[in-house]
């Protein structure tokens, strides 16, 4: 059974930084497409970025593309989202996700397209 766990969430002022992890158990990260997703209040779930499975290529939502970062740790079987220069409108609760294998790149912004999903993390962002 795999499961994502998330942690690192919290309140954070405006331009600073943050970390989430998400650990993987039953399963290892180059083995599976991870992703994060976000959603804030009274708002869609979004893609944010994702890592793909083997040699890792990286893909952001065009709203985070140089701010955030997606380094996958595979000694640890861990994957991070880095977030620096945090505005408010980042607030959301930020959920891993994971699929076994391959995402076609034009799929990788839809949540239907992954397995298993963590519970969430609050990040609240303070102006």
């Known amino acids: 059974q795999v499961q994502l766990t998330e942690s690192g969430g919290g309140l954070v002022q405006a331009g600073g930084p943050l970390r989430l992890t998400c650990a993987v158990s039953?399963?290892?990260?180059?083995?599976?497409?991870m992703a994060w997703f976000r959603q804030g209040p009274g708002k869609e779930r979004e893609f944010v970025a994702s890592?793909?499975?083997?040699?890792?290529?990286?893909y952001y939502a065009d709203s985070v593309k140089g701010r955030f970062t997606t380094p996958r740790d595979s000694a640890k079987n861990v994957v991070y989202l880095q977030m620096n220069a945090l505005f408010p409108n980042d607030t959301a609760v930020y959920y891993c996700?994971?699929?076994?294998?391959?995402?076609?790149?034009?799929?990788?912004?839809?949540?239907?397209?992954?397995?298993?999903w963590g519970q969430g993390t609050q990040v609240t962002v303070s102006g």
């Open positions: 996700a994971a699929n076994p294998g391959g995402i076609l790149p034009q799929h990788l912004v839809f949540p239907s397209m992954y397995r298993y």
């Open positions: 039953g399963s290892h990260v180059t083995t599976m497409t």
């Open positions: 890592v793909t499975y083997g040699t890792p290529t990286t």
